[in-house]
């Protein structure tokens, strides 16, 4: 397929100003789209904004893309993320994630024959990827992420489960599911006075924590061999799960 092409034939594509081969186009009002082709000239890596676009972030994120394509997606074939991007100031973003076709399906109504030749680029945050998700969490990730919102914070990838015996709520997968961290903040405020209650919550590293209520809070490293239970206050307990989860 000729890519460069296809994108120049979307209606009012214009250059985009200070990237080579790329291209910016507005199929609506308050949405803005840019695309740059890969190195090899073979894909489009594109991103969108919904009432947020930015042109100096959009060149600079397609760029970083361009440039770091392939280590984009070295651990993650399906959703993948780099760190080092740096983004115009006033703005917060350290990485820039990498999207497959097979997550997105971009295109697949209107230019189905595209589709396997995008990628979607998008600025985003360290935290939020783990390296390790299989398709059905990048597509959960892609579709819960916002990452349209170029004007959006951080939301940082985590896995957790949960019984509480007070109000008898509980994870309903065995294992421990994608989340929003402020759920996890819910969980943990509302085992108090659950006794047997307990949640576990995984970041982006892998590492687990515990926590119990046995009268009090106790937390312990879930994934360790000598973790130990330790009593904790909860506004320490909340810090600690939020710093965690940002690391």
């Known amino acids: 397929m000729d890519v460069r092409a296809e994108v120049t034939r979307f209606a009012g594509a214009s250059p985009l100003p200070g990237l080579a081969d790329a291209w910016h186009w ?3 009002p308050g949405i803005g789209f840019a695309g740059a082709l890969s190195r090899d000239g073979e894909r489009l890596l594109q ?34 993320a780099l760190e080092g991007f740096v983004a115009p100031e006033g703005t917060r973003f350290d990485a820039v994630v990498g999207v497959a076709p097979e997550v997105h399906r971009f295109y697949k109504n209107e230019k189905p024959e595209l589709t396997p030749h995008v990628r979607l680029a998008f600025p985003a945050y360290s935290c ?16 819960t992420l916002g990452l349209t919102d170029l004007r959006r914070g951080p939301s940082p990838f985590l896995k957790m489960r949960y019984a509480n015996t007070r109000t008898r709520g509980r994870s309903t997968d065995p294992g421990r599911g994608l989340a ?18 307990f949640v576990e919550f995984e970041n982006r590293h ?5 926590v119990e209520w046995r009268g009090a809070y106790h937390i312990a490293e879930w994934n360790t061999g000598d973790g130990r239970p330790q009593e904790i206050g909860v506004d ?7 710093a965690r989860l940002h690391a």
């Open 26 to 28: 507005s199929p609506a």
């Open 180 to 197: 929003d961290p402020d759920r996890l903040l819910d969980e943990l405020r509302a085992i108090e006075g659950g006794a047997g209650s």
């Open 47 to 80: 991103l969108s904004g919904r009432d947020s676009y930015d042109a100096e972030l959009a060149t600079r994120t397609l760029a970083f893309a361009r440039e770091h394509e392939d280590e984009i997606f070295a651990r993650n074939a399906f959703i993948g």
């Open 206 to 210: 892998g590492d687990v924590w515990r």
């Open 236 to 242: 320490d307990l909340l810090d600690f799960a939020v």
């Open 128 to 143: 939020e990827f783990s390296g390790n998700e299989t398709l059905d969490e990048a597509i959960t990730r892609y579709r």
